[in-house]
């Protein structure tokens, strides 16, 4: 069972545009949300993060958001550029029922970015 | 230059071959982690090691072994490798566990025949 859903395989953006990313998730035993960037041929890259207190972190064209109430995050991009083009894994840090954090990442399928010139 | 390296990067074998894969990183770095990627599967957690003879299963633990003898290495072993073990494997490393940012490795694509 898929606790962090990406339900959009891909999406393809004009350069210059906002890149709108989405991620679902399905319990609250989380105390980060994390996104990673993926090019081809290379590993994850850690790209931005928010904790569970926190509706919104920036961090210059890129911006995560957290619904908590709607248990959605997303990530927006702005803006966007082709250099953007790749693999983007929304992923959550799980902690346990006393509250420390046990520190397991689960990612989600991952949404491939187009930014087209 | 800090890295993760994993070889081979690429890998065509045969079902039953007992095959490893390497995995070193240089950033004294406690906790590594095994993952494969799948399509519509994203990454999904094999094993991890929290530090030096540390090993805990992740997700999908079946038909994998790890061993961490070495802080620096953590090899992922098939010991009979099965046409369902084809995928995109990734090693990364971080800190300590828990940390949010997890050093992945370029991975190592695997096919088995």
């Known amino acids: 069972d898929q606790q962090v859903k990406q339900n959009s395989p891909s999406l393809s953006v004009q350069e210059g545009r906002i890149s709108i990313l989405n991620c679902d998730y399905t319990?609250?035993?989380?105390?980060?949300f994390l996104w990673y960037k993926k090019y081809p041929a290379e590993g994850p890259t850690f790209l931005i993060s928010i904790s569970s207190i926190k509706d919104k972190n920036e961090d210059g064209r890129f911006t995560v958001f957290l619904n908590k109430s709607a248990k959605h995050l997303s990530l927006h991009i702005v803006p966007s550029q082709p250099g953007d083009s790749a693999v983007y894994f929304c992923?959550?840090?799980?902690?346990?029922?006393?509250?420390?954090?046990?520190?397991?990442?689960?990612f989600g399928q991952g949404t491939i970015l187009t930014v087209h010139p | 230059e800090a890295q993760v390296t994993q070889n081979p990067r690429y890998l065509i074998t045969v079902t039953g071959k007992k095959l490893t894969v390497t995995c070193s990183q240089n950033?004294?770095?406690?906790?590594m982690s095994w993952y494969r990627q799948d399509p519509g599967l994203g990454l999904r957690q094999i094993y991890y090691s929290m530090n030096v003879e540390v090993t805990d299963k992740g997700d999908v633990p079946e038909g994998y072994k790890v061993s961490r003898k070495e802080k620096r290495n953590f090899p992922l072993i098939l010991e009979s490798p099965s046409p369902n073990q084809t995928s995109l494997y990734f090693c990364?490393?971080?800190?300590?566990?828990?940390?949010?940012?997890?050093?992945f490795g370029p991975g190592t694509r695997l096919t088995v025949t």
């Open positions: 992923a959550t840090r799980g902690f346990n029922a006393g509250g420390t954090s046990y520190g397991k990442l689960t």
């Open positions: 990364a490393s971080s800190i300590i566990i828990g940390a949010r940012e997890q050093y």
């Open positions: 950033m004294n770095h406690e906790y």
């Open positions: 319990n609250s035993m989380f105390d980060y």
